[in-house]
């Protein structure tokens, strides 16, 4: 039993015994495993292999993309490349003080051709009277006489009599001629004359809206139809007691205020006028009051009265050419070969105007600065079109008009 036992427990000592392996020990084996294949069996490193063909078309792309960055900057140096010149041209000075004759029919090639101007500007406005005074005022108005009578003129005396519907008599100061009545087609058609008329006899009672009148004086004759008159303004100013009045102040503000807009408009309207390219003066032109009126003279009762102004503005104008043509001559120039640099430093004073012989005698004053003409587009293409920069001085001696010139690239 002693020997048997032994046997088998050298036995069971000798003979491996082979036990399951954990999960993880598995997986252990097989990782390792797969690195020694991994290792063992992997295909050797990839290595870029360069061609002569591919070699060859890597510098075709670098030589061309060389090239085309040069010929970039071959433009742009040649589009931003210049030549600039600077020339100064031939200049000479004139002292003038001459007399300039302007004729709107000139008999003489020496004078200067003008044409005339003619505008007339209007104006009408309204003041209040800013007096008072213990007044017997008579009213007045404004009538138009009319002759539907004969084609002959009729005179009227002074305080020829008026007679309104109602009776009231009025009479006009001064005396007047009715012009003659014309012929239309065989039809006679009345003519008429404006006057004032005044009331006979002062107060409110004469004060009167627009109406016809009739002349008394007429009475008994075939004139008493004939002629008639019609009111233009109302009749009034007729007060006893006090009243506003007008002063003499009042209407020589009034004439001034009035004068001075009909004057700026006036010389705005000729100004349109002038054509273009020719010179107006201020010392050419001649303003004359063709109107001046004013409804109430001082003293008169009223609440506002009203001025009424006309003015007329005659004018004499040259062209500014002719004017630079004969400064040019004058000084001995030729037009075509120089300018006038300062015409607006050469003055003008106007010693002697005549508008009814249309007539304008001028005095010229100043130091004229007359420059050479050069045709800059012309010199420009030919030193552009130079063969090179050497011949330039030969280019700028063919120019007159250039005292020296820089050039610089």
Do not use: C
Not at 179 to 205: F, N
Not at 346 to 368: C, P
């Amino acid at each position: 039993r002693s020997s048997g036992a032994s046997k088998k427990h050298k036995q069971t000592g000798n003979i491996p015994i082979r036990k399951k392996p954990s999960p993880a020990q598995k997986t252990d084996t097989n990782g390792s495993l797969d690195a020694w294949f991994r290792k063992e069996y992997a295909p050797p490193a990839r290595q870029k292999l360069v061609t002569p063909r591919k070699k060859r078309q890597a510098i075709y792309v670098w030589t061309g993309l060389f090239l085309a960055l040069a010929l970039a900057g071959y433009a742009v140096s040649y589009a931003m490349s210049r030549l600039e010149v600077a020339v100064q041209l031939k200049t000479e000075t004139y002292d003038f003080n001459q007399k300039i004759s302007v004729a709107v029919h000139p008999a003489h090639e020496d004078v200067l051709t003008g044409e005339q101007l003619d505008v007339k500007e209007s104006g009408t406005e309204t003041f209040p009277a800013s007096g008072t005074a213990n007044v017997r005022s008579k009213a007045k108005g404004i009538i138009s006489i009319y002759n539907a009578f004969a084609t002959a003129p009729q005179p009227l005396v002074a305080n020829t009599r008026f007679e309104a519907p109602d009776g009231k008599i009025y009479r006009i100061r001064e005396a007047i001629t009715v012009p003659a009545a014309g012929m239309e087609k065989g039809i006679l058609a009345p003519r008429s004359i404006d006057a004032t008329i005044y009331a006979d006899q002062p107060g409110p009672d004469y004060n009167h809206a627009i109406t016809d009148f009739t002349i008394p004086g007429f009475k008994g004759s075939p004139r008493y139809k004939g002629f008639y008159a019609r009111s233009k303004t109302p009749l009034e100013g007729g007060n006893i007691g006090s009243a506003k009045i007008v002063t003499q102040e009042d209407a020589e503000k009034a004439l001034e205020l009035v004068e001075s807009k009909a004057r700026s408009r006036l010389m705005e309207s000729l100004k349109k006028r002038a054509p273009e390219g020719f010179t107006l003066l201020d010392d050419a032109i001649e303003i004359t009051a063709d109107e001046r009126t004013v409804s109430h003279v001082a003293g008169d009762a009223a609440d506002e009265f009203f001025v009424t102004i006309t003015l007329r503005a005659r004018a004499l104008v040259f062209k500014q050419a002719d004017f630079v043509e004969f400064l040019t001559a004058e000084a001995g120039f030729d037009s075509s070969l120089v300018k006038l640099r300062n015409l607006e430093e050469i003055t003008l004073v106007v010693e002697r105007r005549n508008m009814e012989t249309g007539t304008l005698i001028l005095q010229s004053k100043g130091a004229g600065v007359f420059v050479w003409k050069l045709d800059a587009e012309k010199l420009a293409s030919e030193l552009a079109n130079a063969d090179k920069p050497d011949v330039f001085p030969t280019i700028f001696q063919q120019y007159p008009a250039i005292e020296r010139a820089e050039v610089r690239f």
